[in-house]
């Protein structure tokens, strides 16, 4: 048994109420568990009477949820616990008294009002783009331009904007209609144009009352001007990218067409001479895991109409494919991008394109070129190889893994080093 609580365990010596709370969050957010007779540091203490606290919990969860989720009882006769299995499910929000909770790492803590909006949209099987937009003056010059361009329709009327599911005869515009109008009135992008250092700010642009296509336009426009230049190469000019283009618009688009709008606050994006990163609203979503993320085994869109406009205009290829082209525009480069996940923003770092060592000191050089064929190899292993001692040598790994080159499989002495 595990000696410590997580977001997905918890830990009860005995039966009270409060436990309730936990099955609230777990049934609003993800599966968990509930150990009774279990003290704080993992320790089975048991239970006087496990059967009879089992009935107890049974029709406590009974009582006092609204509506009732799904759950399951195991009692472990030997050590005299409870195992409470609580399943995330889909008729939220779940309530206990009459508030929704959630778990912040290993404590449970009532949502807010926003978060609790977002749970009565998902317990009803909607997003937050379909609600009906409070404005009906709405106007797609910049959209229809566009759709000209890619699709070759002669005029966005009413029965085109059907089609893209932005307009109904029952409701009228949409949110994700006036996201994609000229008169956009929800926050869009802020981008900051660093010097040598953040106290150096070159340019300062913020995108406001335009389209998201006009916005994301501007943003590549910006982006070319920035970290595109023209080279000479065996005497043929051609365009040199320092951060690769294609890598920039799929992180970009995803962090348009996967960020949360109901957060008042705009993506935000800072250029670097080394790097960009681009700052989304909003966490992975409800049921992903990061590594699910990472891999593109799940696709879950925030904003699926968006999303389609997107695609339809070809600023998205594929749903659920966008991480992985980004790593493969960095195929041959030492550097590679970064990917930051918290619970309300995700964090897309793009460095400059390196083909060579430049970036590394000698010393990191000597280690990257051990793991460069492909093997990876523990530190001590390392320390013999080159003849450089503990403390250099950890101090050089943690180098090269803040720079997203080499990455560690495990911990402690059995670690190992691999290049990414």
Not at 250 to 278: G, P, Y
Request: glycine share 6%; hydrophobic share 35%.
């Amino acid at each position: 048994m595990t000696n410590r609580e997580t977001k997905n365990l918890e830990f009860k010596s005995e039966v009270s109420k409060t436990y309730l709370k936990t099955v609230s969050a777990y049934a609003n957010y993800c599966d968990g568990e509930i150990y009774f007779g279990v003290d704080d540091n993992g320790k089975a203490v048991g239970l006087k009477n496990p059967r009879s606290d089992a009935l107890d919990i049974e029709n406590q969860i009974n009582g006092n949820l609204k509506p009732v989720p799904n759950f399951s009882i195991e009692i472990d006769d030997k050590l005299n616990i409870i195992k409470l299995h609580v399943s995330h499910g889909i008729h939220k929000p779940y309530l206990f008294n009459g508030k929704a909770y959630k778990r912040s790492d290993s404590s449970t803590v009532e949502i807010d009002r926003l978060e609790y909006n977002r749970l009565i949209l998902e317990g009803l099987n909607e997003d937050f783009e379909a609600l009906p937009s409070r404005r009906e003056d709405l106007h797609f010059t910049f959209l229809e331009l566009k759709l000209k361009e890619r699709l070759g329709i002669t005029e966005l009327n009413k029965d085109i904007l059907k089609t893209l599911n932005l307009y109904s005869d029952k409701v009228g515009y949409n949110i994700a209609a006036e996201l994609l109008s000229d008169n956009n009135s929800y926050p869009s992008i802020e981008i900051i144009h660093f010097g040598s250092n953040i106290n150096e700010i070159i340019e300062h642009v913020i995108f406001t009352n335009t389209s998201n296509v006009e916005q994301f336009d501007k943003v590549i426009s910006m982006f070319d001007r920035i970290y595109k230049y023209e080279g000479i190469n065996n005497a043929q000019r051609e365009i040199i990218e320092l951060i690769p283009s294609k890598a920039l618009r799929e992180a970009l688009a995803n962090a348009i067409v996967h960020r949360v709008w109901d957060i008042k606050t705009s993506i935000k994006i800072s250029m670097f001479q080394d790097r960009a990163e681009i700052v989304s609203p909003g966490g992975l979503p409800i049921g992903i895991s990061d590594k699910e993320y990472l891999n593109g085994q799940l696709s879950i869109l925030r904003n699926p109409i968006v999303g389609n406009v997107f695609f339809r205009l070809g600023y998205i290829e594929k749903f659920g494919t966008g991480i992985r082209r980004i790593m493969s525009t960095y195929k041959k480069s030492y550097t590679k991008p970064e990917f930051r996940f918290f619970e309300n923003s995700i964090i897309v770092i793009l460095p400059l394109l390196s083909e060579s060592l430049s970036l590394f000191s000698k010393d990191e050089s000597i280690v990257f070129n051990i793991l460069n064929n492909s093997q990876s190899f523990k530190r001590k292993e390392i320390e013999e190889m080159t003849d450089f001692n503990k403390d250099k040598v950890i101090r050089l790994l943690n180098k090269l893994m803040s720079k997203n080159i080499i990455e560690r499989v495990g911990m402690g002495p059995e670690a190992k080093y691999t290049k990414k």
